[in-house]
């Protein structure tokens, strides 16, 4: 069933998906989401996706998600960024974050999309050597 199927895709996924509410709190964490930053889904969910960052937007993001309820001027959503991933075990990585919105039972959710770049990087800094 095409439930079954979405289920698949997801788990199949390079990249991690992670779906918050309007409260910043994870609904959704793919199993490349938790192989990036480190932790287990179950660890994830029902929590705050601030946990996922390093200071000082890891005290600033609820109201970053605040600021964009009230104004709906976009400062990541539809645009992307290069942001720090903080791991579980406190190690930070760079990664490319997209958000995306959708609306369901009169509310906001927000979909990340997380790539890790540390292997990119690392290509980046051995070229930029030998030049
Ligand atoms: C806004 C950082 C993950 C959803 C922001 C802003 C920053 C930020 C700096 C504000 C931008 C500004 O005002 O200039 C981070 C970092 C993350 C992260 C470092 C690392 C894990 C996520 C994830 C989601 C998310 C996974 C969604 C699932 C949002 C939303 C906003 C926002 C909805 C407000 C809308 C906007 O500014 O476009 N974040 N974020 N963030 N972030 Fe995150």
Redesign the pocket.
Known sequence: DSEATLRAVLDTLVDGI???DEQ?L?QLFTPAAARMFGYHADEVLGRN?AL???SP?RE??DA??G??LRTGE??????G?E????RKDGRLFP?H?S?G?FRRHQRRW???V?RDLTVRKQTEDRLLMLS
Do not use: A, D, S
């Open positions: 992670i779906v918050i910043g994870v996706v996922l960052m390093p937007h600033e993001h970053y998600i600021r964009y976009p400062r990541i959503i539809g645009i960024r942001v720090q991933g903080r990664l974050l958000v919105e927000f979909v990340g997380t």
